[in-house]
């Protein structure tokens, strides 16, 4: 039985994923080593609520409810849970060192979940005692909105542990889907196309930005390329598809874009920054 779910990392996803596990009804640990992570974190759930309460979506009595299933704490001695969901930097290393230091103060059963959006499972896991309760949880951003999780199975991964993680998912709210480890998942593997191809489109003079996501969204895509990159923000989408380049062999069909790689290098990461392919 699940009743405390621990989230590690207090950005924009760890809080998304904190806002889900607590409105679903779970005591929410959210932990990070950044006091102001955590206040930003706690302040961005706190907006979002109030969002869904003015668009109809949440009762408002239910916000104070929702928050105080939420603890925040930067002592990860205290992040004992039956689940726990890491958010943290997309390293490998970084990652196992996160579990392995959780894995000896939790029980044996304690499953372990990483968000990763394109790093192997299956070499996370490796690292890591006990391999069999290590699965991939993958929310999509913004966590409270998006319906999809995909649930990657790594080599060592026990089915009950993504049987587990399925029927969390379900009661979050979320559509859970299953998926072998491999680059880039399911998501993340077909939608490199979406933002390369429309990129290339802008880079040889074929349309401006603008006029691309504008097309796109006329087709029933809810945001175009570009906007969709601010949102997720440039240094996060770049780095996912540089780990699908490499992970593929430097295959061209995933060469990163060099107009991204521009934005990058300037810090125009997008909305977080307030400067991207758009001005905020």
Do not use: W
């Amino acid at each position: 039985m699940i009743h405390t779910i621990a989230v590690c990392g207090a950005g924009t996803m760890g809080a998304g994923i904190a806002q889900v596990s607590a409105t679903a009804g779970y005591y929410t640990l959210l932990f990070d080593t950044r006091q102001e992570a955590l206040d930003n974190g706690i302040a961005q759930i706190s907006h979002n609520l109030r969002t869904a309460v003015k668009k109809g979506r949440l009762e408002e009595q239910r916000v104070p409810e929702i928050l105080s299933r939420i603890r925040t704490v930067n002592d990860a001695q205290e992040c004992i849970a039956e689940v726990i969901i890491e958010a943290i930097v997309e390293s490998i290393p970084a990652k196992i060192a996160l579990f392995n230091q959780l894995a000896e103060i939790n029980h044996s059963d304690t499953i372990f979940a990483t968000n990763t959006s394109s790093l192997s499972v299956s070499a996370i896991a490796q690292g890591i005692v006990n391999p069999a309760r290590v699965a991939g949880m993958h929310f999509f951003n913004p966590a409270h909105l998006m319906q999809l999780v995909e649930i990657v199975s790594g080599k060592a991964t026990h089915e009950s542990i993504t049987a587990s993680l399925s029927e969390l998912a379900k009661q979050m709210g979320k559509t859970p889907v299953h998926v072998k480890d491999a680059p880039g998942f399911i998501v993340n593997r077909v939608a490199r196309h979406y933002y390369l191809e429309a990129m290339q489109i802008a880079e040889d003079g074929v349309c401006d930005i603008r006029t691309a996501d504008r097309l796109l969204e006329s087709a029933g895509f809810r945001m175009g390329p570009f906007a969709l990159m601010d949102l997720i923000g440039n240094d996060v989408n770049y780095a996912v598809t540089c780990s699908l380049y490499e992970a593929f062999d430097k295959a061209p069909r995933f060469r990163p874009g060099q107009m991204q790689a521009d934005k990058v290098a300037r810090g125009e990461l997008g909305r977080k920054t307030g400067k991207g392919f758009y001005e905020y």
